[in-house]
Nanobody, 129 residues
């Protein structure tokens, strides 16, 4: 059974950093796409950063470019979202998602929630002083 579990959320002051984790079970990240999404109260789920491990294709939301990065720990089968210079507007529930995709997809498709097959439960990130 394929599952994703996020962790690492919390309360951080503006300008601070957090690292979210997305641990996978039942599959390895090779030939998968990971999508990080966030959803604030009253807003639609929005793509933040997506990465294809098959072709390194990457989508960044404009609002996080230069602040958020992605990394992977193969031994732990975990992908991380490093979030720096956090702003109050970054406050949301953050979710990771996965899609098996051995072939390339257009970059702008990576931000669409509907293409992902597996979802984690989400972790709350609150940026406030």
């Amino acid at each position: 059974q394929k599952q994703l579990v996020e962790s690492g959320g919390g309360l951080v002051q503006p300008g601070g950093s957090l690292r979210l984790s997305c641990a996978a079970s039942g599959f390895t990240w090779d030939d998968y796409i990971i999508g990080w999404f966030r959803q604030a109260p009253g807003k639609e789920r929005a793509g933040v950063l997506s990465f294809s491990f098959s072709d390194n294709n990457t989508y960044f939301a404009d609002s996080v470019k230069g602040r958020f990065t992605i990394s992977r720990d193969n031994a732990k089968n975990t992908v991380y979202l490093q979030m720096n210079s956090l702003k109050p507007d970054d406050t949301a529930v953050y979710l990771c998602a996965a899609r098996f995709s051995p072939t390339s997809l257009a970059t702008m498709i990576l931000k669409e929630p509907s293409i992902y097959h597996y979802w984690g439960q989400g972790t709350q990130v609150t940026v406030s002083s």
